[in-house]
């Protein structure tokens, strides 16, 4: 299959359809809805050899539900009265112990800067209840968001099929069209059944989130992963009720990435831009010029990289070459670490770090610490990590800029997918496991 650029691929939303189709009974607009979905249905079936980027849906751990949500209920209960003129919206990824409590390392530096004036809702991430918390000014989102998934599942009928139904098909038209890039009947029908129950959970979504606006009454609301079509929801009844929207920056972005660049229409729609934040709290500025949302960019930095590089140095010898994961395809870096393990020689401890995202699974699947000389780092924190390597390699992670100043050598995985991904990097490159060697 020919190789395409995101640039290429945005052709396909540069039409006037995708900023008038709507619900017809909430009169949101669908292509926030499905927007994610649909790109990288795409992405996966060019880029992906083994694994979806759409990962089927986990079965909820039940018997981890029952322990955990009666706390949660009851915390939620405590915090009830919480107000602030700061609403931080986070996901829960990103947490580590800091001085013997959990801290966000996305979320939190944000409350340091007013703690007293802030509120912060939080997804839970595998149903771990990370207390105690240094933040206390926490409500966790888990309640609500598993009442709007199961109206989801509930409510979906013949109306959201056929609206779902209706967007996709345009799309897959016109990327058959435009780009001759197919989307398999089987893989349309996954992508049609998860956009109607998103269509059908849409009036307890905007019930759910007007009540929690109206009740902590913010002016401005920091949204983790704001531009992501799935938030569009949000920024839009958050922009409804006069409630500013900023997204700060939480990982790798770059001109590859579907959720931080548009096509020229959807970029030049007035209706579309409510369904996005306001402004973008960036890394840096070579970060907020790898991409063309259309908001108003800002340099934040990264409070968690300062940090991390205010640490004593280590006096671990560095012996180690680190492998970071993408989150997706964890057997094709497991093939690449062990070839390279056998050039080096046991010159070096080749060691392989799952994606935050896949830990849980691999964990499971992979329970022993080392599998034919590799072996797999469990720890959370990945500057824990870094504190041995004296080499970082990766094909799509955050983790390689990262390492930039703190590792000695940082080297890219230069594939298909990550020339996708990173149109504009920084990185020296190899092809395969021998020229990683040589480098």
Request: hydrophobic share 40%.
């Amino acid at each position: 299959m020919t190789n395409f650029s995101f640039r290429q691929l945005l052709d396909v939303e540069n039409d006037p359809a995708f900023v008038e189709m709507a619900c017809v009974r909430t009169g949101h607009l669908l292509w926030p809805l499905v927007r994610t979905q649909f790109f990288r249905q795409l992405i996966s079936d060019i880029y992906y050899q083994r694994a979806s980027l759409l990962a089927p849906l986990a079965t909820l751990p039940y018997r981890q539900v029952v322990s955990v949500l009666p706390k949660v209920l009851l915390h939620n209960a405590c915090q009830a009265q919480m107000q602030g003129d700061v609403l931080v919206f986070a996901s829960g990824g990103g947490q580590f112990q800091r001085k013997g409590r959990w801290f966000n390392r996305i979320a939190d530096y944000l409350v340091e800067a007013s703690p007293k004036n802030t509120v912060t809702v939080e997804g839970l991430v595998d149903w771990h209840l990370p207390e105690p918390r240094w933040n206390e000014r926490v409500i966790y989102w888990s309640p609500s968001q598993t009442a709007i998934l199961l109206a989801g599942r509930l409510f979906s009928g013949d109306q959201h099929v056929r609206q779902a139904r209706e967007i996709l098909e345009y799309a897959r038209g016109r990327a058959r069209a435009l780009l001759g890039l197919e989307i398999s009947d089987q893989n349309m029908f996954m992508l049609v059944s998860v956009t109607s129950r998103k269509i059908a959970r849409l009036p307890m979504m905007q019930f759910a989130y007007r009540r929690l606006l109206a009740k902590i009454r913010p002016r401005l609301l920091l949204l983790e992963e704001g531009c992501y079509s799935d938030h569009g929801i949000l920024n839009s009844i958050a922009h409804e009720m006069g409630i500013r929207v900023a997204e700060p920056q939480h990982g790798m972005i770059s001109g590859g990435h579907d959720a931080y660049c548009y096509a020229p229409l959807i970029r030049d729609s007035e209706r579309y831009r409510t369904y996005l934040p306001d402004d973008f709290l960036g890394y840096g500025r070579w970060w907020n010029d790898q991409i063309n949302v259309p908001v108003r960019k800002w340099v934040l930095g990264n409070p968690h990289y300062s940090e991390q590089q205010l640490r004593p140095s280590s006096t671990v010898e560095r012996t180690d070459v680190l492998i970071l994961g993408d989150g997706i395809e964890f057997p094709l870096y497991l093939a690449l670490a062990v070839e390279l393990n056998t050039l080096l020689k046991g010159l070096y401890r080749v060691v392989l770090r799952p994606h935050p995202l896949e830990r849980a699974r691999i964990n499971k699947c992979y329970p022993d610490d080392c599998i034919d000389g590799v072996v797999i780092d469990r720890r959370g924190d990945i500057y824990e990590s870094f504190q041995s390597a004296c080499v970082v390699a990766g094909e799509v992670s955050t983790g390689l800029f990262e390492a930039i100043g703190v590792i000695p050598k940082v080297l890219l995985w230069e594939t298909p997918k990550a020339q996708f991904s990173y149109p504009v990097h920084p990185f020296q490159g190899f092809r395969n496991a021998r020229e990683f060697a040589d480098a």
